[in-house]
C-alpha cells in the first residue's frame, strides 16, 4: 500500500508548462489589449484568482463542517479537500497585486477607486468603499484564511487526533473556522466581485458565490481522487466514497440553481433600475448573453441530466467527465461577474451629455413599466389632443437619448485565446500548489477515530 504521494519532477514539469502559458496569456493579454487601462489583462487576473483561492477556503470548511458532525466517511479523502487550500498563499500575492493597483491607479477594476466617481456615491458607500478600510478587510481576509485555516488544518490532521483532549480541540477549530468562513466568505464576495459595479448589489450573493466554490471543489475532488487511483494511490477508496462526493457536487449544483434564478427572479419582479442594469447591460452584448446561458447549460442542465443517476456518480468516467463540466461552467459563472464592468468603455465621438448618462448608468429602462405607463396614457387621452401630440415627441425624445446612451457604451470584454492561456497557467498553479501540500503527508489519518467508518462506507442502496 502506497501511504505517501509521491510529488514527482515529471508532474511538475507539467505544471511549470501550464504556469508558463499562463505567463503567455498576461502578457499577450497586456500586449494586445491596452485599451482600458489594460482592463481585460487586469480582469483576468482577478477573475482566476478569485475563482481557485474560493475553492481552497471551501475545502477546509467542508472538512470543518464533516468534524463538526461526526461525518465519518470523509475521513479517507480528508487530506484532498484540505489540499485544495494550497492556493490561498499564491492568492495572496495576486490579491496584493490588485491593491497596489488600487492605490498606484494602474487598473480600473473598481469605479469607485476613482477620486471622481467616488464623489457620486452616497455617503454609506463612500465609507465602506474607502481605499483604507477596503484594504484592511481584503488583508483581514487573506491572514485569517491562512494562519487560522492553518491552524485548523493541523489540528484535524493532528496524529494524535484519537486523544480525548486533541480530538477536542479539532472539532473547537472546526468551529472556529466555520464562523470565519461565513463572514469572510460573504464579504470578500462583495469586496473583490460585487462592487466592480458600485451601484448594483445582491443581498444574497455570498450564498450565490459560496454554491459556486462548492460545485468547483467537489468537481476538483472527483477529479484528483480519480487520478490518483489511476497512479496506484489511494486504494481504499472506492466507488462509494466517488458517489458521496458525487451526490454533494449534484446537490449544490442544484443550490446554485435555485441561487441564481431567485436573484435574477427577484430582480427582474422588483424592476428596479439598480437590480435589472445588471442583466439589461450583459443581454445586450451578445458574448455575455451567450455566457450566461451556456453557464446554466454546464451547471445545471448537465448535471440534471447525466449525473442524477446513481449509477453515473458510482461510474468514475461519467463522473470525471461531468466534473469538468462543471468546472467549466463555474469558470463562466465568475466570467459573467467580472469581466464586464471593467471593460465597460464610454467612446469618444459621442456627445458629453451620453457620456455623463453612460458614466453615473442612471437611464437603465424599466421597459416593462415604461410600455405599461405608456398604454395607460394612450389610453386616458384622447386621439387629436395636444396631450396625445406631446407624449409622443417626449417618447421619441426618450427613444433617442437611450438610443444615443447604448451608442456612448462599448466592451471590450472577450473571451479567446487569451482567456484559455492564463486560466490554463492558473489551473496549472492550482495543481502545483495542491500536490505540493498533498505530498506533505500521509494520504490519511490511521489514527482518525472515524477511519473504520470510513472504510466500510456503503452506498450501495442509498
Given at each position: 500500500?502506497?501511504?505517501?504521494f509521491?510529488f514527482?519532477?515529471?508532474l511538475?514539469?507539467?505544471?511549470?508548462?501550464?504556469?508558463?502559458?499562463?505567463v503567455?496569456?498576461?502578457i499577450l493579454?497586456?500586449?494586445?489589449?491596452?485599451?482600458?487601462m489594460h482592463?481585460?489583462?487586469?480582469?483576468?487576473?482577478?477573475?482566476n484568482?478569485?475563482?481557485?483561492v474560493?475553492?481552497?477556503?471551501?475545502g477546509i470548511?467542508?472538512?470543518?463542517?464533516?468534524?463538526l458532525g461526526?461525518?465519518?466517511?470523509?475521513?479517507?479523502i480528508?487530506?484532498?479537500?484540505l489540499?485544495l487550500s494550497?492556493?490561498?498563499?499564491?492568492?495572496?500575492?495576486?490579491?496584493l497585486?490588485?491593491?497596489?493597483?488600487?492605490?498606484a491607479?494602474?487598473?480600473?477594476?473598481?469605479?469607485?477607486?476613482d477620486?471622481?466617481y467616488f464623489k457620486?456615491?452616497?455617503?454609506t458607500?463612500?465609507?465602506?468603499f474607502n481605499s483604507s478600510?477596503?484594504?484592511?478587510?481584503?488583508?483581514?481576509?487573506?491572514?485569517?484564511?491562512?494562519?487560522?485555516?492553518?491552524?485548523?488544518?493541523?489540528?484535524?490532521?493532528?496524529k494524535?487526533?484519537?486523544?480525548?483532549?486533541?480530538?477536542?480541540?479539532s472539532?473547537?477549530?472546526?468551529?472556529?473556522?466555520i464562523?470565519i468562513?461565513?463572514?469572510?466568505?460573504?464579504f470578500?464576495s462583495?469586496?473583490?466581485i460585487?462592487c466592480?459595479?458600485a451601484?448594483?448589489?445582491?443581498?444574497?450573493?455570498?450564498?450565490y458565490?459560496?454554491?459556486?466554490?462548492?460545485c468547483?471543489?467537489?468537481a476538483?475532488?472527483?477529479?484528483?481522487i480519480?487520478?490518483?487511483?489511476?497512479?496506484?494511490?489511494?486504494p481504499?477508496v472506492n466507488?462509494?466514497?466517488?458517489?458521496?462526493v458525487g451526490?454533494?457536487m449534484f446537490?449544490?449544483?442544484?443550490l446554485?440553481?435555485?441561487?441564481?434564478f431567485?436573484?435574477?427572479?427577484l430582480?427582474?419582479?422588483g424592476?428596479?433600475?439598480?437590480?435589472?442594469?445588471?442583466?439589461?447591460?450583459?443581454?445586450d452584448?451578445?458574448l455575455?448573453k451567450?455566457?450566461i446561458?451556456f453557464?446554466?447549460l454546464?451547471?445545471?442542465v448537465?448535471?440534471l441530466?447525466l449525473f442524477?443517476?446513481?449509477?453515473?456518480?458510482?461510474?468514475?468516467?461519467?463522473a470525471?467527465?461531468?466534473?469538468v463540466?462543471?468546472?467549466?461552467?463555474h469558470?463562466?459563472d465568475?466570467f459573467?461577474?467580472?469581466m464586464?464592468?471593467p471593460?465597460n468603455?464610454?467612446?469618444?465621438?459621442?456627445?458629453?451629455?451620453a457620456?455623463?448618462?453612460?458614466?453615473?448608468?442612471?437611464?437603465t429602462?424599466?421597459y416593462a413599466?415604461?410600455?405599461a405607463e405608456?398604454?395607460?396614457?394612450v389610453?386616458?387621452?384622447?386621439p387629436?389632443?395636444?396631450a396625445v401630440?406631446e407624449?409622443?415627441?417626449s417618447?421619441?425624445?426618450?427613444?433617442g437619448?437611450?438610443?444615443?446612451?447604448?451608442?456612448?457604451?462599448?466592451?471590450?470584454?472577450?473571451?479567446?485565446?487569451?482567456e484559455?492561456l492564463?486560466?490554463?497557467?492558473?489551473?496549472?498553479?492550482f495543481l502545483?500548489?495542491f500536490f505540493?501540500?498533498f505530498?506533505?503527508?500521509?494520504?490519511f489519518?490511521?489514527?482518525?477515530p472515524?477511519l473504520?467508518?470510513?472504510?466500510?462506507?456503503?452506498v450501495?442502496?442509498?
Amino acid at each position: 500500500m502506497l501511504e505517501k504521494f509521491e510529488f514527482t519532477d515529471k508532474l511538475k514539469k507539467s505544471f511549470y508548462y501550464m504556469i508558463g502559458a499562463g505567463v503567455l496569456g498576461l502578457i499577450l493579454a497586456f500586449v494586445l489589449y491596452p485599451a482600458n487601462m489594460h482592463s481585460r489583462f487586469w480582469t483576468n487576473i482577478l477573475l482566476n484568482a478569485y475563482y481557485f483561492v474560493g475553492i481552497g477556503i471551501f475545502g477546509i470548511f467542508f472538512v470543518a463542517a464533516n468534524q463538526l458532525g461526526y461525518g465519518g466517511w470523509i475521513t479517507l479523502i480528508k487530506r484532498v479537500f484540505l489540499s485544495l487550500s494550497g492556493f490561498i498563499k499564491v492568492g495572496a500575492v495576486f490579491a496584493l497585486l490588485i491593491i497596489g493597483g488600487v492605490w498606484a491607479h494602474y487598473h480600473n477594476l473598481y469605479s469607485w477607486a476613482d477620486p471622481a466617481y467616488f464623489k457620486t456615491l452616497a455617503n454609506t458607500k463612500q465609507t465602506f468603499f474607502n481605499s483604507s478600510f477596503w484594504t484592511v478587510r481584503v488583508l483581514l481576509y487573506f491572514v485569517l484564511w491562512i494562519f487560522v485555516g492553518g491552524a485548523v488544518i493541523k489540528a484535524i490532521n493532528s496524529k494524535n487526533i484519537n486523544e480525548p483532549t486533541v480530538y477536542k480541540r479539532s472539532k473547537l477549530m472546526a468551529a472556529l473556522w466555520i464562523v470565519i468562513f461565513a463572514v469572510t466568505e460573504s464579504f470578500v464576495s462583495w469586496d473583490m466581485i460585487m462592487c466592480t459595479d458600485a451601484h448594483w448589489y445582491s443581498t444574497l450573493f455570498g450564498w450565490y458565490n459560496f454554491a459556486s466554490y462548492g460545485c468547483a471543489a467537489f468537481a476538483f475532488t472527483i477529479l484528483l481522487i480519480i487520478y490518483m487511483k489511476s497512479k496506484g494511490y489511494m486504494p481504499q477508496v472506492n466507488e462509494n466514497h466517488i458517489h458521496d462526493v458525487g451526490k454533494m457536487m449534484f446537490g449544490f449544483s442544484i443550490l446554485w440553481t435555485y441561487l441564481w434564478f431567485d436573484q435574477f427572479m427577484l430582480q427582474w419582479y422588483g424592476n428596479i433600475p439598480e437590480d435589472t442594469k445588471y442583466w439589461i447591460k450583459r443581454f445586450d452584448v451578445p458574448l455575455f448573453k451567450f455566457t450566461i446561458f451556456f453557464a446554466l447549460l454546464l451547471n445545471f442542465v448537465a448535471p440534471l441530466l447525466l449525473f442524477i443517476k446513481r449509477s453515473a456518480k458510482r461510474n468514475f468516467k461519467q463522473a470525471a467527465f461531468i466534473a469538468v463540466l462543471v468546472i467549466i461552467g463555474h469558470y463562466f459563472d465568475f466570467f459573467n461577474m467580472t469581466m464586464y464592468e471593467p471593460n465597460n468603455a464610454i467612446k469618444k465621438e459621442v456627445s458629453a451629455e451620453a457620456k455623463k448618462e453612460a458614466a453615473m448608468a442612471t437611464t437603465t429602462a424599466l421597459y416593462a413599466q415604461n410600455k405599461a405607463e405608456d398604454k395607460t396614457a394612450v389610453k386616458e387621452e384622447k386621439p387629436g389632443t395636444d396631450a396625445v401630440a406631446e407624449k409622443a415627441e417626449s417618447k421619441s425624445e426618450t427613444k433617442g437619448a437611450v438610443k444615443e446612451e447604448e451608442a456612448a457604451i462599448q466592451t471590450y470584454a472577450g473571451f479567446g485565446l487569451v482567456e484559455i492561456l492564463i486560466f490554463t497557467g492558473f489551473l496549472g498553479g492550482f495543481l502545483l500548489m495542491f500536490f505540493n501540500e498533498f505530498s506533505k503527508d500521509t494520504l490519511f489519518n490511521e489514527n482518525d477515530p472515524y477511519l473504520k467508518e470510513s472504510l466500510r462506507l456503503n452506498v450501495e442502496y442509498a
